[in-house]
């Protein structure tokens, strides 16, 4: 169902992302590309609240209609790619249980109608829920993650919680989800994890690449080896939580720490993944607009998000990239 009048403003109508066709019948994927599922939850937060609201804030954060043409990759995604958007998986305040079930159900059904769910949150604990889902529809073992974030989010638990927005990846690894080595994390930094953590990620095969790095080597060489060490694996997993970000840059988001990404960084390398690999999966969590009036930090998400959509669009083509006035 198309939502939006012929020519419709941004700031006109009911909104979808990018004005996108809202499909809310799971038949009505099939032959879908990407699916876009908001997830909006944040039960599980150890310290500023908000991601509840993420999704909406994510989807408005446009100035443009059901178009986007992409000046460096030369492709407009919604031309070559059937991109609609699902709405939100069923939730209910305060039960973190029930809002996981459920949206591994809904990133399921979209997995199942063989399109690429993208997943709008809410906080972060609901990696585990998208990376299972996605997990169960490729080859076991096959499946490697690239994660994008401030803190590795690899505690056994939070204040006795074990399933909160700190604990995903641990579980991941743990129940054998995704392979050690197939856990590769950019933009680390500040003061935690601790010691028992970095030991078992040494244990566990984890990779990691910490902010000092990026800074040092620059974010293409640092993409270039995050890519080198998933190059074995047949499947790739985009989780992007945009505290990764300097909070200059994404003052909205639960735990802010200095120090880290700009947005340009941010933008450049999702594109470069995602043209080069391809991409099953990804959700884009942590934005919490009650902290941010200005809205910088939901325009970052929404633009992270069709970076990655126009980098499919390229890396399906089987093209190079056709950038406007190469020369300018």
Known sequence: MNLSQPGEPSYSGIQTFQKVPFVLDPDELRGVDVVILGAPMDEMVTHRPGARFGPREIRAATDLGAEGWHMDLGVDPFADLNVVDHGDAAVRPGDARFNHRSIREAVGRVVDSGAVP????????????????????????????????AHTDTATENYEVEWSHGTPFRHLVDEGILAGPRLVQIGLRGWWPNPPEWEWARGAGV???????????????????????????????????????DPAFAPGTGTPEP??????????????????????????????????HSGITSMAAHRTVLEAISALALHRSGREARPENPTG
């Open 118 to 149: 993208i997943v709008l949150g809410g906080d972060h604990s609901i990696s585990f829920p998208n990376v299972a889902a996605v997990a169960e529809g490729v080859a076991s073992g096959s499946l490697a993650c690239i994660h994008f974030d």
């Open 259 to 292: 120090g880290g990404m700009s947005t340009r960084e941010l933008l450049r390398a999702v594109r470069k993944i995602v043209s080069r690999r391809g991409l099953v999966g990804m959700d884009l969590v942590e934005v919490s607009p009650p902290y941010d």
């Open 207 to 245: 990779r990691w690449h910490r902010m000092e790095k990026v800074i040092e080597e620059g974010i293409d060489r640092v993409v270039d080896s995050a890519l080198a060490e998933v190059s074995d694996a047949d499947h790739l997993f985009l989780s992007v939580d945009i505290d990764v970000l």
